[in-house]
């Protein structure tokens, strides 16, 4: 088992050896964002982890190993002034699981310039992504979960807009040997494409400029290109190390496998002392060249309020080289 998959991640990474990167050729980049502190700190290598309300983004079949229901509300300062958003609550129902999530990067709102306008015209514009999605995951045996999300994403500036849906497809597979290892796959963003529409795009047209007392007035509208979504493949596997009452230590590694970048991986690790104190640290996008990410970290806690319900906080690090780095925070809810 573990031979075969060396063997298809080694034939992942040399599948576009030499080929050209397809970087800015997707639509809804904010797509690829990770989400949540406890999967950034370990370096966003958490596809065979999944096991809080950040599965709906990393592996949604995760869920189905939950034996508690979890919200979690995740903020994250990003780059250039920006704020990405995300909220996941997961319910569990029995053998399965039902989950809903919702993403948001925003910016404050601009003035307008035009050429006539240079310092603004008084009027302000703004722009962002959305994505809403719901999640249903269930245990087919109790080594093996699956699960799918049909999600609606939206992007925005000023007056026009671009919409799609699309799926996300997800495994997980809990091994026999090495402490129970996990196995997840699984493919994102699989949709239609998006291309922009809006009340900017329509325009006044005479059709003949020559010819009198034809309608000189017919609408017409621009035309704009349509930019398919950035659909994902990740494998990943994740091993306890050591295992007690007292300690935990969890290494995870996850391979991607993007439609517009090449082939990275991520590495990372998660020590937990009484389950209830957490440090973690990884690097993302091994092997992609000219990478701006590299080096995460993080800690959290988790402690019981209210009989069985548990509430925790969690913080992550990550270095954007040039660009800022980023800080997220999440609070996180069981019960």
């Known amino acids: 088992m573990i031979i075969l998959i060396l063997a298809l991640l080694l034939t992942l990474f040399s599948t576009q050896a030499g080929a050209q990167t397809k970087v800015g050729t997707t639509a809804a980049p904010f797509l690829g964002i990770a989400v949540g502190p406890r999967a950034i700190g370990s370096g966003g290598a958490f596809v065979a982890q999944a096991d809080d309300a950040t599965a709906l983004y990393w592996n949604n079949a995760g869920i189905a190993q939950l034996t508690m229901s979890e919200i979690i509300v995740s903020h ?95 495994t997980l597979y809990v091994t026999e040997f090495f402490n129970g290892m996990r196995i997840g796959a699984v493919i994102t963003n699989f949709g239609s494409s998006m291309e922009m529409e809006g009340d900017d795009l329509v325009f006044q047209h005479d059709i003949d400029e020559n010819q009198d007392g034809n309608n000189d007035n017919t609408l017409g509208s621009w035309m704009t290109d349509s930019w398919t979504l950035p659909i994902n493949f990740r494998v990943g596997m994740a091993v306890e190390l050591m295992q ?50 590299g080096i995460t970290c993080g800690a959290g806690f988790l402690v019981s309020q209210f009989g069985s319900a548990q509430m925790g906080v969690d913080y992550a690090f990550q270095d954007f080289g040039r660009l800022e780095d980023t800080h997220t925070l999440s609070l996180r809810m069981r019960f």
């Not at 609606?152 to 919409?163: D, F, L, V």
């Not at 496998?257 to 090449?262: A, G, I, R, S, V």
């Not at 990372?268 to 000219?290: D, H, I, Q, V, W």
Request: proline content about 1%; hydrophobic content about 35%.
């Open 76 to 170: 994250d300062e990003w780059i250039a002034g920006m704020s990405f958003d995300y909220v996941g609550a997961v319910f569990n129902i029995g053998s399965g699981a039902f989950g809903m999530s919702f993403t948001s990067l925003s910016m404050d709102e601009m003035e307008v310039t035009t050429v006539l306008d240079p310092e603004g015209n008084g009027e302000r514009f703004d722009a962002g992504s959305v994505a809403v999605g719901l999640t249903y995951a269930y245990a087919l045996t109790d080594r093996f979960y699956i699960g799918g999300t049909a999600k609606y994403i939206r992007e925005y500036i000023w007056k026009e807009s671009a919409h799609s849906f699309a799926c996300d497809l997800g």
């Open 244 to 293: 007690t009452d007292m300690h935990r230590v969890t290494m995870m590694t996850d391979v991607t496998h993007p439609n517009d970048n090449e082939e990275s991986m991520n590495l990372g690790g998660e020590y937990a002392y009484k389950n209830t104190f957490f440090l973690r640290a990884g690097y993302k996008s091994l092997f992609l060249g000219k990478s701006e990410e």
